[in-house]
């Protein structure tokens, strides 16, 4: 049966071994090895056996916990609509944040993801061929969880540190010292508070992780999206 075991191994080899790829391979080679023994007990080469039990595994893909097969470039051209329309929302917010240098930068930097984002949608958008919208790929929907609790993380702590940050810079020596914080007038007020706004802003990049995991499962392959054909 070592056949059999080289196979089943083959199939697993782009996974990690965890007890989850552990478990799917000692299931699938204890049924190939059944029905190996079914068909060679019923008078078959054990060579035919092995050929015949395993022609029908070609991929463990779909048996990973969290797999799914979505429609890849429908996917990925909402998901570039729902991009533009984030950073087009910000880049419009930023606007008035241009008071101060930052923001001024941060304006700028938008306006071009508008633009990248914007001609890579109506790029891929302009294709008609059908196997082009009926191409698919495999997507671990655990693994986007994954991320989207990492990029809240990461969001959380960035913005906590520039409050921090912005705080100790304009208000550090006058707490230090329990001197009282003077604001001189509105305009000072005014970048005061331009300049805690503007890590809010980057609350785009967690946004878009809930945003991929729902297009992840509204473009599944399935009986729904089949019938749109």
């Known amino acids: 049966m070592k056949h059999l075991q080289n ?3 083959q199939l697993f080899k782009e996974h990690k071994d965890n007890k989850q790829t552990r478990e799917l391979k000692d299931e699938i080679l204890s049924n190939l090895e059944a029905k190996v023994a079914d068909l060679t007990a019923n008078g078959m080469d054990y060579t035919q056996a092995v050929k015949v039990a395993t022609e029908n595994i070609d991929s463990v893909e779909l048996l990973i916990d969290g797999n799914t097969r979505v429609y890849t470039n429908r996917y990925r051209i ?3 609509q729902v991009a533009l329309l984030y950073f087009l929302i910000a ?3 930023t606007i008035p944040l241009r008071l101060v240098g930052m923001g001024i930068l941060l304006n700028f930097f938008l306006l071009i993801v508008v633009f ?3 001609i890579l949608f109506f ?3 302009s294709k008609k061929e059908s196997h082009y919208w009926g191409k698919t790929s495999i997507y671990n929907i655990n693994t986007v969880m994954r991320y989207r609790k990492i990029a809240w993380l990461i969001w959380g702590l960035f913005v906590t540190v520039s409050i921090l940050g912005n705080t100790a810079v304009e208000f550090g020596s ?3 010292f329990g001197r009282a914080i003077n604001i001189t007038g509105p305009y000072q007020f ?3 508070v331009i300049r805690y706004v503007l890590p809010f802003v980057s ?3 967690p946004l878009l992780f809930p945003a991929a995991l729902k297009l992840i499962r509204k473009y599944e392959v399935g009986e729904h999206h089949e019938n749109q054909e």
């Open 91 to 93: 880049w419009v917010i």
């Open 7 to 9: 196979y089943v191994d």
């Open 174 to 176: 006058n707490i230090w």
């Open 116 to 118: 990248a984002v914007g």
């Open 203 to 205: 609350i785009i990049i």
């Open 190 to 192: 005014a970048v005061l």
């Open 123 to 125: 790029v891929l958008n």
């Open 78 to 80: 909402e998901f570039l």
